[in-house]
């Protein structure tokens, strides 16, 4: 199976681009919708429910995805069925983990925000899980395989169908609760689950037998990697839930809506992080650290040539952006925004390199890093929130991405010989290759009209 050439990056990166940018549309859209029907103490709680439970959807991918993805490409087919259903038997168990962990957090979150309107939330979410095992394990199947269509389908299909129950509910006048909203999201997720499955069952092959050692193989890959990917996630929720056990859940719903906005920017660094990792990690296996370098400096150009005019436009007119897409009862999250907008700038680096490490068999190094990093959010986040309230969410956070940013740039230049000077470079370089290509279409235009 090759995915040399333009054809995998042009039909994996359009796939997985199309699956981010629609979680973002629809996401962008119910959270408009919900901004302006919420009261602004249960839309806090909302968010930092949704902060809360992400932890258990990044979780199951740490533990399972990359180690999936790892072991299917550099083994034989006839491995296959073992290496599937070993994940299989870990996302059960995780499942199971979960299930009592969510039970537990129910009561303590109504404790810690002071509000037992959050516990439904997470009883409804013992369902999802439950759901979320086949969800997931369908999905990394068909990455694992380098087939996105079925990944972008079924992500349309979850995201859509929620932002479809919020609008109906919207324009029919109901009164949008917060059950209503954990209802959708466990209806959507079933139907897309449904869907994902066709698109999976060719590689379905399992192997029923037990096999401990491929469950320890991937369990040792994973577990730094899940790791890493909880404490990646403590570090970009822990600013809003520190703000909601310190402030209020109003403070988190003006804080969250910068949030939103400036993960309007944030689909190419997502997107180019699922599509690397595979290649990245064939790369990986042949020993290549120039190929790995080269990889690291064009895709993080790649990524600031499509970021940095978006975080220019947001940074320039904020106010007009908060209007119209949290309203005007959400104006105190300006100055917020214009922090959170900056350190969105360097996030490719950080990620990306993540990636890297990944596939290079390093997921230790990788998740002791980003652990360090995210205990030193808590505390600066912790010490500005004391000093500066709301807005100094944003400023531990911004300074945190900085400490992170600048460790980054370290670490890969003593592994990889990576300079950030080469992938200034790069973006240069492909600025001028966009505006060149622009400005011929334009001409061959003019000239065929002349013609």
Do not use: C
């Not at 209020?248 to 949030?259: F, R």
């Not at 940013?405 to 992938?423: C, K």
Request: no cysteine; proline share 2%.
């Amino acid at each position: 199976m090759s995915t040399q050439g333009k054809g995998y990056w042009l039909r994996s990166g359009a796939y997985t681009i199309m699956q981010r940018s629609s979680m973002l549309l629809f996401g962008v859209g119910s959270f408009m919708i919900l901004t302006r029907m919420l009261p602004k103490d249960e839309f806090g709680i909302w968010s930092l429910f949704l902060s809360i439970t992400t932890l258990f959807e990044v979780a199951r991918n740490g533990l399972i995805q990359n180690a999936l993805i790892k072991y299917l490409n550099s083994n034989d087919r006839p491995d296959h069925p073992s290496i599937t259903t070993a994940s299989v038997y870990l996302n059960i168990i995780l499942t199971l983990i979960s299930l009592v962990a969510i039970y537990f957090l129910a009561d303590l979150s109504a404790m810690l925000f002071e509000t037992d309107k959050i516990k439904p939330l997470f009883y409804g979410y013992m369902l999802i899980s439950v759901i979320l095992a086949p969800y997931s394990q369908f999905e990394f199947l068909q990455q694992a395989n380098f087939r996105f269509q079925g990944i972008f389908v079924s992500t349309f299909v979850r995201q859509g169908l929620f932002f479809v129950g919020v609008v109906v509910a919207f324009l029919a006048g109901w009164e949008i609760t917060l059950t209503y909203l954990i209802l959708g999201q466990t209806a959507a997720l079933a139907v897309a689950t449904i869907v994902s499955y066709f698109f999976t069952r060719d590689y379905l092959a399992l192997d029923y037998r037990y096999r401990a050692e491929w469950i320890w193989k991937l369990f040792h890959y994973g577990k730094y990697v899940f790791g890493t990917n909880i404490s990646g996630k403590i570090f970009s929720s822990m600013d809003q839930i520190l703000l909601g056990s310190m402030i209020s859940t109003s403070s988190v719903a003006d804080y969250n809506a910068a949030v939103r906005i400036t993960m309007l920017v944030d689909v190419p660094t997502s997107s180019a992080a699922q599509v690397v990792f595979p290649q990245s990690a064939r790369i990986a296996n042949q020993n290549d650290k120039h190929a790995l370098r080269l990889l690291y400096e064009k895709s993080v150009a790649v990524i600031l040539l499509f970021l940095i005019p978006f975080v220019i436009g947001i940074f320039l007119f904020p106010k007009l952006i908060v209007y119209i897409i949290a309203g005007g009862a959400y104006y105190e999250t300006i100055d917020i925004l214009r922090v959170t907008i900056l350190y969105s700038v360097l996030v490719p680096f950080t990620r990306q390199s993540g990636t890297i490490w990944d596939s290079m068999g390093l997921p230790r190094f990788s998740f002791y890093f980003t652990l360090a990093i995210a205990l030193l959010n808590i505390a600066l986040n912790y010490f500005f929130i004391l000093q500066f309230g709301v807005i100094g969410a944003a400023y531990g956070t911004f300074a945190s991405y900085f400490i992170g940013f600048v460790g980054t740039l370290v670490v890969m230049r003593r592994m990889l010989g990576v300079q950030l000077s080469e992938i200034l470079r790069y973006v240069g370089y492909y600025f001028r290759y966009s505006i060149t290509l622009v400005s011929e279409r334009i001409n061959s235009k003019r000239i065929s009209k002349t013609l």
